[in-house]
């Protein structure tokens, strides 16, 4: 079964410091990977996706993404973290080529940026 | 109307009761999701809908667990003679269908506290 590595537990960052978070997958086949992000007292939301093509996704807040295929990775950066980036990020793959609908999760990183 | 919606949003029950979680998915959304999440762990994906159907229940538990979706809508997740280690927070998501250009959206959980 495919499982997602988060490495990074709980990373504290200055604000206007770069961010990369760490994310390793298991499987070799075809797959989609997401980065969801839980605010404070927020749900889930949707922080970018990489089904195919361009291995360097954009996603909103100025987050974006590399797909190295070859590292099973798909580590999350920002050039500059600002305060209101505080939250968990959870790395997320969904595998095609079993038909299982449901994605697999990381355990997350908490990210704690201070002023 | 507005995004996915969880009730209680918190449960507070003695070991051995029963409980149930209410799910309203997004309007439309053909597909349902619940997934769990411990203090410290990922996100434990539990079951599938796909209409009223459960595909993928493969995640739950034990035979403890069930959950089942009417009308292609509500669903309900019913956890009998509950364990102390059953206490998380469990997240209901649907998505517009279970393709891969539909994102999860998240509610904001329910959480369960069994003393």
């Known amino acids: 079964a495919q499982s997602v590595s988060q490495h990074n537990h709980h990373v504290i960052l200055s604000e206007a410091a770069s961010l990369e978070l760490g994310c390793n997958y298991s499987y070799g086949g075809t797959v989609n990977l997401f980065w969801y992000v839980q605010y404070p007292g927020q749900h889930l939301q949707l922080l970018l996706k990489?089904?195919?093509?361009?291995?360097l996704v954009k996603g909103i807040k100025g987050f974006e993404a590399e797909f190295i295929k070859s590292k099973f990775s798909f580590n999350l950066r920002k050039p500059s973290v600002q305060w209101s980036d505080t939250a968990e990020y959870f790395c997320?793959?969904?595998?095609?080529?079993?038909?299982?609908?449901?994605?697999?999760f990381g355990s997350g990183t908490r990210l704690q940026v201070q002023p | 109307g507005a995004g996915v919606s969880q009730s209680p949003s918190n449960k507070v029950t003695e070991k051995g009761k029963d409980v149930e979680l209410r799910c309203d998915p997004i309007?439309?959304?053909?597909?349902l999701y619940w997934y769990r999440q411990s203090l410290g762990q990922g996100l434990e994906f539990l079951i599938y809908?796909?209409?009223?159907?459960?595909?993928?229940k493969s995640g739950l538990p034990s035979d403890r667990f069930s959950a089942e979706r009417t009308g292609g809508s509500v669903s309900t997740l019913t956890i009998q003679r509950t364990q102390q280690e059953d206490s998380a927070v469990y997240l209901c998501a649907s998505s517009l269908n279970p393709g891969r250009n539909s994102p999860l959206h998240f509610g904001n959980g329910t959480r369960l506290t069994v003393t």
């Open positions: 809908f796909q209409g009223n159907s459960a595909p993928d």
């Open positions: 990489y089904f195919s093509g361009d291995p």
């Open positions: 309007s439309g959304h053909t597909a």
């Open positions: 997320a793959v969904n595998v095609m080529d079993t038909g299982r609908r449901a994605l697999t």
